[in-house]
């Protein structure tokens, strides 16, 4: 079982910059691959950015590619979000998720999920 807590969100006007946080409960935290998503008012939850266990892989999406940064360090149990020249279209409650395994972009292959963090950025 893997616990998940998100922090570091908060508004932000367009082009600043936030980092999340996700802290992690238990002691496989090391072989998990990380992900993180986005759920937008009145959309689909969306993903962001992934790392594998090791951090030798990550994903992103075309939309955070080159602004964001995903990023873990496994002796903190914790795993990171960059958010540099965010964007209006940015604003969501942004979740990280945890897997075994391989490290996918796919949501419904993640197990274990946090609550979440609002991120707003104004215009």
């Known amino acids: 079982q893997v616990q998940l807590v998100e922090s570091g969100g908060g508004l932000v006007q367009a082009g600043g910059s936030l980092r999340l946080s996700c802290a992690a409960s238990g002691r496989s935290f090391s072989s998990y691959a990380m992900g993180w998503f986005r759920q937008a008012p009145g959309k689909e939850r969306e993903f962001v950015a992934a790392i594998a266990w090791s951090g030798g892989i990550t994903y992103y999406a075309d939309s955070v590619k080159g602004r964001f940064t995903i990023s873990r360090d496994n002796a903190k149990n914790t795993v990171y979000l960059q958010m540099n020249s965010l964007k209006p279209e940015d604003t969501a409650v942004y979740y990280c998720?945890?897997?075994?395994?391989?490290?996918?972009?796919?949501?419904?292959?993640?197990?274990?999920w946090g609550q979440g963090t609002q991120v707003t950025v104004s215009s």
């Open positions: 998720a945890a897997k075994g395994g391989k490290v996918t972009t796919t949501s419904s292959l993640y197990d274990y």
